[in-house]
């Protein structure tokens, strides 16, 4: 039992992300909110608790069938294809939402021992409230969430705060100085080491004792007959002879 339920876990996860503190407790409000002020279909002989139930009802139609929806638009059909991603989010909602409204009905008011409304009566109420789902979700299936970009993690043994930019590193001593847009920080680190914690931000090793940037280049000079990249702090980092052909291939040099 104990090595199933992680597994279990980790399937509903993504479903558990979407109940957040402030969701349940609007939905605990919204429920009863509901339940007091609208009775379906204007049948006013339902009691306060089966008007809640029929709500509470609604609300968990809504979430699975908008989550099911998105959840198979993510996985049959190409982002690229975005007028076809809509038109499939909708056509799945109406299929699920309308029927699923008509059955919850039938229960609810055949449990209370009335009669209940006729599958014509439902279906438009079906369709009006799975066309609001559809507006209210649809940005969720058709433009997923922008990703934050991830700081290298060589930011972290910066000055606390620091929110520049770093356009090199270079070996002195036992040391490495990452010059920034700030000014030039010294840390203690082996310089591969410091390389290795820019990722994921692309950059090239120009000197056994240099790595910059690739997007603080800004271009190439000659100077006595060596090879320099200019930055664009106006430093001028050495091109040796070993990385020269690395740097030609990046179209650098």
Known sequence: MRSVLPSVMSKLSPILAHFSLQRVLAGLVLVPLLAY??????DMDLSFPVRLIFWAGVIALALMTT????????LR??????????????LLILCQFAPALWVLTWLVFTFNGT???????VMPYGVMLAMGLMLVRQRDVTQPEEEIPQL?????RLPPGFEGQIYRLTV????????TSDGVFTIRSRFTD???????????????????????????????????????????VPVSRKYRPGLEQAGLV
């Not at 059909?77 to 909708?90: I, K, T, W």
């Not at 009669?115 to 009566?121: E, K, V």
């Not at 000197?207 to 001028?236: M, P, Y």
Request: with cysteine.
């Open 77 to 90: 059909v190409s982002e690229s294809a975005v007028y076809l991603r809509d038109g499939v989010f909708a």
């Open 115 to 121: 009669s209940a409304p006729g599958l014509m009566t």
């Open 152 to 156: 290298p993690r060589l930011y972290r």
């Open 172 to 179: 002195r001593d036992h040391s490495v100085d990452v010059v």
């Open 37 to 42: 002020s609208f009775a379906p279909f204007h």
């Open 67 to 74: 989550w099911v929806a998105g959840y198979l638009v993510r």
């Open 194 to 236: 410091a390389i290795d914690e820019m990722d994921p931000v692309p950059g090239h090793c120009t000197h056994r004792s240099h790595w910059v940037t690739e997007a603080a280049i800004l271009g190439v000079e000659k100077q006595d007959g060596k090879t320099f990249l200019k930055l664009c702090n106006d430093d001028f």
